[in-house]
C-alpha cells in the first residue's frame, strides 16, 4: 500500500494586487515536512499580501496505514529545526572569517576622515569677500565724513583706505617717479585706484602717459550728471589738450577759485578803499604790501584780466591791446607791488602782517582768514580762475608687471562707485556748510545764492562775496578754467617770467624798490596824521 508524501510537492501563496509592498510568507506548522535526503524536491513559493490567511492544502484522505495527524505534525516541526540546524552548521563551516584591512588602508581611510572632518569645518565657516579701493588723496579736499557714508552705502565687503598727500605737487611727482621707476610698492602713489590731480596738473600727466582714460564713462551716472561745461574742459586727447572727440582721463570732486583777501583793519587805519577788483592790485599804496602765489599761470593771467582780456590768451601779440610789451611793463609794475612770490609762505607772511594782502587758491586762503580777525575774502569782479581737484586712475597697465604693490593689479570695480559717489547731491552738504572749502561740481551752474545762504545762516560771518565756496552768479560767468596753452604761448610765458625776475632782482631795481617802499611808508604815516587832524578839527 503507498503511504502518503509527508512532504506537499508544492506551497502555495496568493499575492493581493492592492498591497504595495511584499511580506514575508508564513510557514504553518501543519505542512508536512520530511528531513533532508539525497532525493531533491522541487519547492514553489507563490507570495501574497499579509492580508490574506495561508490555507494548507487538503490532506490526503486518511487510510489504514496513515500515521495520526498529531505524530505525523510533530515529525515535520522537528525535522524542520533539524533541517535549520544543519544548515547553519554546513555554512559555518565552509565561510572563512573576514579579512583584515592591512594597516597602510587603514591608515588611508584614518587620513580620509580626518580630511573630510575638516573639509566639513572649513565649509561651515563664512568668508567674507572684500573689494578694496585705495585712494590717494589731497589732504583736506576730502570730508571726513564721505568715508563713513561711503563704507555704510557698500556694505561690510568694500574695504576703502584713504591716504592723504600734503599737496598735488607731490601726488604729481611721486606718481611720475612710481611709473618710470616701474617699482611700485604698496605706499606708493602710483599702486592706489584712484589718485588727486589737480586740473592745472591734467594735461601734463595725460601727456607724459601718468593716467589713463577712465573707461565706460558714457554710461555713469556721474558722467551724465556733469553740466556741458565740465565735459567741454574733461574731453582730452592723448596730448591733454582740449578735444571733443578726446576720452575723460579725470573726474572732478571739488572746485573753488583765485580770491584776494585783505585785512580791513590796515584798510580802515590808513583809510584805504577795499579792495574790488584785479586793478586795486596796482594802487601805489599797496606797493610792498601784497603777497602772492608763485604760479606763472596765476600771475600774467591776473595782468590779463587787469587789461580786460582771458586767462586763455593764446596770442598775446594779437589779441592784447599794446600786444606782448604792455603785458610785459604791467607785470613789471605788479612785480614792484608784490613782496612775496611763494605758494607756500605768501599766507604766512599775511597772517604775521608783513603784507595786507594775499592773492591765492580759495582753498588756501579761506581757512586762514576764518581763523583771523577782521579779514574780507573777495572774487574780483571781472572774473578770476577756477581750480579744480579732480579723481583719476594711475596708467599702471603700460608696465610689464602685472603685481602691483605686491598684490594681483586690476581695477577695483568700486571705482565708478567712489565717483559716483563724490558727485552724488547729498555729497555737497559739508560745502554748503563751509566743513570744507570748495563746492560741488553740480554747483557751477545749479548754484542759487538763496538756497546757499540758508546753509550759512547763524554762523560767524566771513566778509567775503563768496556764498558757500560759490562766486556770485553775474562773477562766476566771467570766471576761468585755466585751459592747456600752446606751446608758442608757453614760450611768452616763460619770457615774461623771465623779465620780471631780472627787474625783480636787478641791484638798481633792488634800490628803486626800497626806496619805493620808504616813500610810500612814509606817506601812508603823513595820510593817517592829516585824518586824524581833519577829524580833530
Known sequence: MATAPLLPSHICFHLDPSCSQFQSPKLYPSFPLRRRSNHTHRLTLTLVSSAHTLTPPEPPPPTSTTVPHTLLRFAASAALLLGIGLGCCVASAHSSPLAQPPPALQDQVTDDDNLEAAFGTWKSKTFALTVPLTVAALRGSVPPSWIKDFMQSQGKRSKLQLKSHASLESVFSDLS??????????????????????????????????????QGVEDQDWYKGLSDRWKVYLHRNSEGRIDPDGKIWAAPYRWGCMVIAYKKTKFRKHNLAPISDWADLWRPELAGRISMVDSSREVIGAVLKHMGTSYN???????????????????????????????????????????????GWSSDVLPVAKRMSDVAVIVPKSGTSIWADMWATPAVSRLETNRIGGRVRGPSPLIHQWIDFCLQTARALPFKQEVIPGASPSALDSASAENLEEFTKGKPRLDTNLIAGVPPPEILARCEFLEPLSDSTISDYQSLIDSMQKSKHGLVPSINYNILSLIQNLWLKLHSNNNKSLKQV
Open 313 to 359: 590768451t593764446q596770442d598775446i601779440h594779437l589779441q592784447v591791446d599794446g600786444g606782448k610789451d604792455a603785458v610785459r611793463q604791467n607785470l613789471a609794475l605788479l612785480a614792484k607791488q608784490v613782496r612775496l612770490f611763494d605758494s607756500v609762505h605768501y599766507l604766512k607772511a599775511f597772517a604775521v602782517g608783513d603784507v595786507w594782502v594775499a592773492v
Open 177 to 214: 617717479r612710481d611709473l618710470s621707476k616701474g617699482d611700485v610698492r604698496p605706499s606708493s602713489v602710483a599702486a592706489a585706484d584712484v589718485v588727486s590731480i589737480g586740473d592745472s596738473w591734467l594735461s601734463h600727466a595725460i601727456n607724459k602717459g601718468l593716467i589713463e582714460p577712465i
